[in-house]
């Protein structure tokens, strides 16, 4: 029903519009008893589905990436559609617009999207009232800095934000692979990565033995258009800073071999969708060949396909997560890809 009805409707307007519009009529259906109704028609229940990564059990593997629910606004009710876990984010200290509309273009040849979005958040004290209430998904919280926060600072932006939501997610995601925000990228470099997850894991010893509950799994996201040699970075980084995973990858600032319009090409912004598919899975396998699987990784990038999900598991992902391939293919995808890890078990 979505790829024959819906989809070609909200195509044919402007995405974040849609986006919009899209949440507002999901938080009206829910309210008015439709949940039932999308767990009927989207949940997989089945033990062998279930999955335990860094301490945390997961009902499925498939879970829905950082940026559709920048503001945990729709998490218990994106949660009906067969998600495992949701990630909301990404969040900042303070409240920021983003950067100027128009910012978020579809390129439909390639079934891709490039966005420019800016971590537009109404910051994280904002969030953390929604997240108070009951829920029954696993939910991540993915961290950033305000665009005027300078990158020596940098550090104090992503501990008030894991101060503040340490009660209220069950895991965090640590983002510094965003080509949105003006030099975010450059925190991944060695010794400024290293630095600052070794703060946070440090606030996280703390925070953790004060309040005499288990310390939270922290993640890092990385960029796809890592060289071979950042990657192995990577791998120490993880190592050095004892945090407990990593989600590869993010978007690309690659162009290449792309079938839509040159207008909708040369914007500026992350590229997701299929053309990174490929790009993804060999990060993911490298990480994992190279640290013989020392740490876990969630997979994410151009998952369009239940066998585009399972790719990513054979090369080494221990979970998987949608967020353009959600759009373009709508709800049906997660029960395709769950049936199909099933199939396979």
Known sequence: MYKLLLRPIFFLFDPEKVHHFSFSMIKLFSKIGFSGLFRSMYLVEDKRLEREVFGLKFKNPVGLAAGFDKDAKLYNELGNF????????????????????????????????????????KGVMNAVERLQQDRNILVGGNIGKNKVT?????????????????????YFVVNVSSPNTPGLRELQDKEPLTALLKD???????????????????????????????????????????????????????????????????????LSG??????????????????????????????????????KLEAGADLVQLWTGFIYEGPALVKQINKAILANA
């Open 82 to 121: 067969g998600f495992g876990f949701i990630e909301i984010g990404t969040l900042t200290p303070k409240p920021q617009e983003g950067n100027p509309k128009k910012r978020l273009f579809r390129l439909k040849e390639d079934q891709a999207i490039v966005n420019r979005m800016g971590f537009n958040n």
């Open 150 to 170: 300078p990158n020596s600072e940098a550090t104090k932006d992503y501990l008030i934000c894991f101060d503040v939501l340490f009660d209220y997610v069950d």
């Open 200 to 270: 946070l894991k440090k606030e996280n010893v703390k925070k953790a033995a004060r309040k005499k509950v288990k310390e939270k799994p922290i993640l890092l996201k990385i960029a796809p258009d890592l060289t071979e040699d950042q990657l192995l970075d990577i791998i120490t980084i993880v190592k050095d800073s004892k945090i407990d995973g990593v989600i590869a990858s993010n978007t690309t600032i690659e162009r290449k071999d792309l079938k839509s319009h040159r207008i909708y090409v040369e914007e500026k912004g992350g």
């Open 274 to 311: 299929k053309p990174l598919k490929n790009r993804s899975t060999e990060v993911i396998r490298f990480l994992a060949e190279k640290s013989n699987k020392a740490f876990p990784i969630i997979g994410v990038g151009g998952i369009h396909s239940a066998e585009d999900a399972l790719e």
